[in-house]
């Protein structure tokens, strides 16, 4: 393939993956005092702000006047499961720690692949077979301390759970509703106009003044999770464009152990800020075998043939 370059996308995956997997730390700082809307609001303003800088820059800005009212129903829908994803992506932070979190929006994907087997008519491979069952597994000794809490009660942790699940179910809307767009916009140019929209949707429910109560930590928290959009959006778009899509997709499921890392490393050196990560070791091997799921439904065809 033309312009791969797997080195560069490699790096460019790996940053996607320590943003990615550093962001559910930095919103649970964040959401101490700012509503999770509000939250949202400032990432998709200042993602919007930059991305149109670097797409005026290079001369690649989306022509809206192209758009038919098919194609504006279809963004709209894309900007409401994202906007919604992000919200309730910060709204399941209230309830529980960020590894927890990271690792049930690993259904996404999954729920994604799915979905395109049941409206696009795609094949299901014996790799995806095996990496979902892997997946369910995984779900299954991560939560292994909690299972009958989940299905038993309406706790905060369950309802948490609900909400995780919720924000993984409407991403996929927005990822279905982007594979459409694609075939007549670029993948940043459809970001551009998302994030614009998104930040309309939610100018009513946000309160900027919130800004006014964080201290410094705080501050800092959320200027990282503005400034994560960009980068963390922006790597991973560049990665596809450098590396084939399944490489890099195998690559971005390291991102709730990441998370997981992140997270027990905060809580020994700021204990006072962040909990520790609550597993046992089943949880542990849990969340691995939930990565290991999710990397064989991307690449495991390749093993297969290999073998074969």
Known sequence: MPNQHPTAGLLLALVTVLFWGALPIAMKQAVEVMSPETIVWYRFLTAAIGLWAWLQWRGQLPKVSALKVSGGLILLVASLGLASNFVLFNTALEYLNPAVVGVIIQLAPLLLLLSSIWLFKEQL???????????????????????IELFTSLSDYTLGVMI??????????????????????????????????????LTPLASPAQIQQMDPRQLGMLAFCCINTLVGYGAFAEAMARWQASQVSAVITLTPLCTILFVDLASWLWPQFVAATPL??????????????????????RLIRQHN
């Open 125 to 147: 491979g014996r790799h995806q077979i095996i990496g979902v069952s892997c997946l369910v597994l995984g779900l299954g000794l991560f939560f292994n301390t909690r299972l």
């Open 164 to 201: 995780a699940l919720m924000a993984a179910v409407v991403w996929v809307v927005y990822a279905l509703a982007q594979k459409v767009m694609l075939k007549q916009f670029s993948s940043p140019q459809i970001l551009l106009m998302i994030y614009v929209i998104c930040t309309i949707l």
């Open 280 to 301: 046992n070791t089943l949880g542990y091997l849990g969340a691995v075998v939930v990565v290991c799921g999710a990397m064989f439904s991307a690449i495991g065809h």
